[in-house]
């Protein structure tokens, strides 16, 4: 049963324009949030995280939201470049509990 | 480049082999992680290992095993390779044994099973 999911695989966005990936989340335990942003051929690199007494946390052109009754996070990308252009993976962990549950990834694709 | 080195970076091999992945942390990062990427999948989170002590198991088939080294560097054993085996690997670190600090992941070894 998957705890963290990605519905959407891909996303396309015009450049200059919002890019909105979500994730949903099924263990209520779930204390701790990350998105990760990898390129082809290399590892997941760290994009921003958010605590579950938190609903918002703000990184230059990223922002993550946190919905905690609806168990749902969403990344926002504003505004979108091309260089934004990856797989996003969301990933959720809850004290206690070392490892991180990943979703499947959206793959977002920037558009010039 | 996030400092986590893994080796090979490509691995082509038959059904029924074994073969070795390894993994060098970033320096002063005391947390190993192990994690599998299967086509379509997210990372499975396979072990994880802290100062040569193993800390936390996931998915991890009996065939596949784990250590870590006094160096802190971690090796991934796979025996009586399947072709579902087939898989990039990612190794991940960090600095403390918690999970809640980033983890930085290495650029992976991709592992064909033939």
């Known amino acids: 049963d998957q705890q963290v999911k990605q519905n959407s695989p891909s996303l396309s966005v015009q450049e200059g324009r919002i890019s909105i990936l979500n994730c949903d989340y099924t263990?209520?335990?779930?204390?701790?949030f990350l998105w990760y942003k990898k390129y082809p051929a290399e590892g997941p690199t760290f994009l921003i995280s958010?605590?579950?007494?938190?609903d918002k946390n703000e990184d230059g052109r990223f922002t993550v939201f946190l919905n905690k009754s609806a168990k749902h996070l969403s990344l926002h990308i504003v505004p979108s470049q091309p260089g934004d252009s990856a797989v996003y993976f969301c990933?959720?962990?809850?004290?206690?509990?070392?490892?991180?549950?990943f979703g499947k990834g959206t793959r977002l694709s920037v558009i010039a | 480049d996030s400092g986590v080195t893994q080796t090979p970076k490509h691995l082509i091999t038959a059904t029924g082999q074994r073969v070795t992945l390894r993994c060098s942390p970033r320096?002063?990062?005391?947390?190993v992680y192990w994690y599998q990427q299967s086509l379509d999948q997210g990372l499975q989170f396979l072990i994880h290992?802290?100062?040569?002590?193993?800390?936390a198991k996931g998915n991890i088939l009996e065939r596949f095993s784990a250590q870590q080294f006094p160096d802190l560097h971690s090796e991934l054993n796979l025996s009586s390779l399947e072709l579902g085996d087939s898989a990039l690997y990612f190794c991940?670190?960090?600095?403390?044994?918690?999970?809640?600090?980033?983890?930085?992941f290495g650029p992976g070894t991709r592992l064909t099973v033939t």
């Open positions: 958010i605590s579950s007494i938190k």
């Open positions: 990933a959720a962990i809850y004290s206690g509990n070392t490892p991180l549950v």
């Open positions: 991940a670190s960090s600095v403390d044994p918690s999970g809640f600090y980033e983890q930085y």
């Open positions: 290992y802290y100062n040569g002590e193993e800390r």
């Open positions: 263990n209520s335990m779930f204390d701790y």
């Open positions: 320096s002063g990062d005391l947390s």
